[in-house]
């Protein structure tokens, strides 16, 4: 079966531009994550979606950013107002849930403000 | 969450085991002990994970130490493909929060 894609797979866009990165998780997961790996940094979790609802946004940098997700399926992180520090690659993942559960990574999508 | 510590990086000859170390002296009895890899330019993905005994898959190998405040990850052959950095991370299943805690950690070099 197909695994977690995402798209664009690259974007370059000017400072103040707002921008739209869509993931489409696994058929039949639940859970969906957002998390960000800026260059030569770490990985930080964004946002966790269980259904359509959000229970922890406790990652989401500023108010520019916001996600949303229909249809307990795809989901659509939103940044407006791009600045050159959100320069990154966004990592979208999904699993069935729970906390033994292993999560499955997309393969990003890099995003660039000029 | 509890913390891991993992070495920066390490370095094993190809087809040679490889025993990567984690050190969680601070895990609580419920937390469970993931491992995921990141290889170049591309997202994690799962290795293996365990609770309190020693675990095998087609991956790799996971020991726990008999106090829980370390365990190994072992890669039996090591491949050329092994190459990426590994991280070890707890994870609480009673804690609510479904995310994924990265640190920095182990960047794998294979030797040909």
């Known amino acids: 079966g197909a695994g977690v894609s995402q798209s664009p797979s690259n974007k370059v866009t000017e400072k103040g531009k707002d921008v739209e990165l869509r993931c489409d998780p696994i058929?039949?997961?639940?859970?969906l994550y957002w998390y960000r790996q800026s260059l030569g940094q770490g990985l930080e979790f964004l946002i966790y979606?269980?259904?359509?609802?959000?229970?922890?946004k406790s990652g989401l940098p500023s108010d520019r950013f916001s996600a949303e997700r229909t249809g307990g399926s795809v989901s659509t992180l939103t940044i407006q107002r791009t600045q050159q520090e959100d320069s990154a690659v966004y990592l979208c993942?999904?699993?069935?849930?729970?906390?033994?559960?292993?999560?499955?990574f997309g393969p990003g999508t890099r995003l660039t403000v000029l | 969450d509890a913390k891991t510590t993992q070495p920066n990086s390490m370095e094993s000859n190809e087809e040679e085991p490889v025993h990567l170390p984690c050190n969680h002296s601070?895990?609580?009895?419920?937390?469970?002990i993931h491992w995921y890899r990141q290889l170049p330019s591309q997202g994690p993905e799962y290795v293996i994970h365990?609770?309190?005994s020693n675990v095998n898959n087609r991956m790799a190998s996971l020991a726990i130490a008999e106090d829980r405040k370390s365990s190994t990850l072992i890669l039996h052959r090591a491949t050329l493909r092994d190459a990426a950095v590994y991280y070890c991370?707890?994870?609480?299943?009673?804690?609510?929060?479904?995310?994924?805690?990265f640190g920095t950690g182990t960047r794998l070099t294979i030797i040909p």
């Open positions: 365990g609770l309190t």
């Open positions: 601070t895990i609580s009895g419920t937390d469970y």
């Open positions: 058929s039949g997961h639940t859970a």
């Open positions: 993942a999904s699993s069935f849930g729970g906390q033994e559960r292993e999560q499955f």
């Open positions: 991370i707890l994870r609480d299943p009673n804690f609510g929060n479904e995310k994924l805690t």
């Open positions: 979606f269980q259904g359509n609802s959000a229970p922890d």
